[in-house]
């Protein structure tokens, strides 16, 4: 069986060399890159694509605009925007740009990963919107005032 690729686009090399290490141990062939322009490039050379997981803070094109830009090419992609603001206005536009987990760091690493060894990436696309903080994984609810 063939691996699937994720992609990753963070801009610390600490968070990006744990996150490639991490999910290459959940079975996929890893892409990692530090800027936005160096994604939209391998993009462009990518047939398919599973996983996309996106620092919110990049500093050429942020993590909002690298999942739109991503869904024009790969509509089925998991993706995920990693942050570490807690902002509830941020999660409701990054669901509404197409993200799939919103992802709080350092909280959500572990359960990510238990959740792609378990259930694959078309169960975190079928689970959208899913919050994943230090209150553990759930749906993410828009609060009415």
């Given at each position: 069986?063939?691996?699937?690729?994720?992609?990753?686009v963070e801009d610390t090399a600490a968070n990006r060399?744990?996150?490639?290490?991490?999910?290459?141990?959940?079975?996929?062939?890893?892409?990692?890159?530090?800027?936005?322009?160096?994604?939209?490039?391998?993009?462009?050379?990518?047939?398919?694509?599973?996983?996309?997981?996106?620092?919110?803070?990049?500093?050429?094109?942020?993590?909002?605009?690298?999942?739109?830009?991503?869904?024009?090419?790969?509509?089925?992609?998991?993706?995920?925007?990693?942050?570490?603001?807690?902002?509830?206005?941020?999660?409701?536009?990054?669901?509404?740009?197409?993200?799939?987990?919103?992802?709080?760091?350092?909280?959500?690493?572990?359960?990510?990963?238990?959740?792609?060894?378990?259930?694959?990436?078309?169960?975190?696309?079928?689970?959208?919107?899913?919050?994943?903080?230090?209150?553990?994984?759930?749906?993410?609810?828009?609060?009415?005032?």
């Open positions: 069986m063939a691996k699937k690729t994720a992609l990753i060399i744990f996150f490639e290490r991490l999910l290459q141990q959940a079975g996929f062939d890893i892409i990692g890159v530090d800027t936005g322009r160096e994604a939209l490039s391998r993009l462009s050379e990518l047939d398919t694509l599973a996983l996309a997981v996106f620092d919110m803070e990049i500093p050429d094109v942020n993590g909002l605009e690298m999942t739109m830009r991503l869904r024009k090419k790969f509509p089925d992609t998991c993706v995920v925007i990693a942050t570490m603001h807690d902002d509830p206005s941020l999660m409701h536009s990054a669901f509404d740009k197409g993200c799939d987990v919103f992802l709080v760091k350092p909280h959500g690493f572990m359960e990510l990963f238990k959740r792609l060894t378990t259930e694959g990436t078309a169960s975190l696309h079928e689970s959208r919107p899913l919050l994943i903080d230090q209150y553990g994984p759930r749906p993410f609810r828009v609060a009415l005032s």
